[in-house]
Structures are given as structure tokens and as C-alpha cells.
């Protein structure tokens, strides 16, 4: 079973308007670990943001933010107007106490921001 | 400040014959991490290194795959025998690691785009 899915494989926005990409994820751990990462299309991954499961806090960083809801196991991210530069491909990604240290990703988001 | 590099940035290699791709963890990065992400996938967790040893091989995917990791430092991915469905991109990731944690993100290296002929 897949521990992180993103039900949305691509998706497309016109510059301005707002999107919001989804990430629901399984685990039974009580202590984990939720991070969101962009590939844009030089390729190299960048991090972020990390959430570990004691905190539902959304968070709000510029015009991204993000909506951590246990109830659902739902970790969103938003970003707001968006931009030409935010086209990339978006990963979520758990990382869960009990197996250590490896991270489980899901299969990605491409969005297109057109002009 | 150095980042991960990995080498060689492209392989192109005839099926049957081994590669070796190479990861420059950075500086004072404990934990170090291999994935495939074939094209238009996700990124396929392949091993982990704690230090130089690999408490999880789960994620290779055969017996052709082996990974070492010398000095806590440089990292090798060996593939012997290469098919035509190893072709990737191996992307190779190092992070910080505070005991029992699992929270340190991974740094990104650029990948090694593998092509079997």
C-alpha cells in the first residue's frame, strides 16, 4: 500500500490564480514526520518545509503555505498567485520514527503555471 | 557552500555491462540516501547509509544492486549485469542525523541520468 499518495498527477493554473496540491498519507507510527519538496526542471530536488505530527499548525511562508490535518492524514500545500517559476513537480514526503530513517515519497504533482 | 554532487552526471552503458555511480555526501553528513526516479515516477527509496553502515537494503531491488560507503563519507551504487529497466535517473541525498531522529530533511544531489542500451 502506498504510504503517500498525491491522487494529482498534473496540474494546470493560469499565473495568478491560486492552486493547491494534495498529499494524504498511512502510517500507524504516533511520531512522523511530513515534508514537501520541489523538482523544478533543472532536476535537483529542494526542500521545503518539514512538519512533525504533534504540530497541526498551519504554516504560512510567503505565498506557500500549508494545511497539516490529522484527522484526514492530510498534509496540503498552497501556493498562492502563483508564478511562472513555481511550474515544477511537487513531492510529499513521510518519514516515520519506527523504520528509522527512510523516507517514503509520493509519485509527484507536475503543475504548469501558464502565463 | 558544496552541496551533494554526484557523478557522472550521464552514463550511457550497453546491457549486461556494470556501472558504478558516485555520491559526495555534504561535509559532516552521517546520513546518506540512494533513490531511482524512473521517468515520470516518483522517487523509489533504494538504501540508506547511517555512517558507513546500511541498516536498511530493503529497497534494492535486485541481487545486481549493492551500495557501499567509505570514511562516513563517499558513497558507491553498484549495478551489475545492467538491463534496460534500470535505465534512471539516481538521485542521491545526505542529511544531518541527531540520534533516534527521523525528522533531519535530505539534501538533493543533481542525479546520475543512467541510460541502458
Known amino acids: 500500500a502506498q504510504k503517500v499518495t498525491q491522487a494529482q498527477t498534473e496540474i494546470s493554473v493560469v499565473e495568478k490564480e491560486d492552486v493547491t496540491l494534495d498529499c494524504v498519507y498511512e502510517t500507524r507510527d504516533t511520531t512522523y514526520y511530513l515534508f514537501w519538496y520541489k523538482q523544478p526542471p533543472s532536476g535537483e530536488l529542494v526542500f521545503l518545509i518539514r512538519?512533525?505530527?504533534?504540530?497541526?499548525q498551519n504554516e504560512i511562508s510567503g505565498r506557500y503555505s500549508w494545511n497539516f490535518q490529522k484527522s484526514t492524514s492530510s498534509f496540503n500545500f498552497t501556493i498562492t498567485a502563483s508564478q511562472v517559476v513555481d511550474s515544477a513537480v511537487y513531492f510529499c514526503a513521510l518519514s516515520e520514527t519506527v523504520t528509522g530513517n527512510q523516507f517514503y515519497f509520493g509519485t509527484g504533482t507536475s503543475l504548469t503555471v501558464i502565463p | 557552500g558544496a552541496g551533494v554532487s554526484q557523478s557522472p552526471s550521464n552514463k550511457v552503458t550497453e546491457k549486461g555491462k556494470d556501472v558504478e555511480l558516485r555520491c559526495d555526501p555534504i561535509?559532516?553528513?552521517?546520513?546518506l540516501y540512494w533513490y531511482r526516479q524512473s521517468l515520470g515516477q516518483g522517487l523509489e527509496f533504494l538504501i540508506y547509509?547511517?555512517?558507513?553502515?546500511?541498516?536498511?537494503k530493503s529497497g534494492l531491488p535486485s541481487d545486481r544492486f549493492s551500495a557501499e560507503r567509505t570514511g562516513g563519507s563517499v558513497s558507491t551504487l553498484t549495478i551489475q549485469r545492467t538491463q534496460q529497466e534500470d535505465s534512471a535517473v539516481y538521485l542521491c541525498?545526505?542529511?544531518?542525523?541527531?540520534?533516534?531522529?527521523?525528522?533531519?530533511?535530505?539534501?538533493f544531489g543533481p542525479g546520475t541520468r543512467l541510460t541502458v542500451l
Open positions: 547509509f547511517q555512517g558507513n553502515s546500511a541498516p536498511d
Open positions: 512538519r512533525n505530527s504533534f504540530d497541526e
Open positions: 561535509s559532516g553528513h552521517t546520513a
Open positions: 541525498a545526505s542529511s544531518a542525523w541527531t540520534s533516534g531522529s527521523s525528522y533531519n530533511e535530505q539534501f
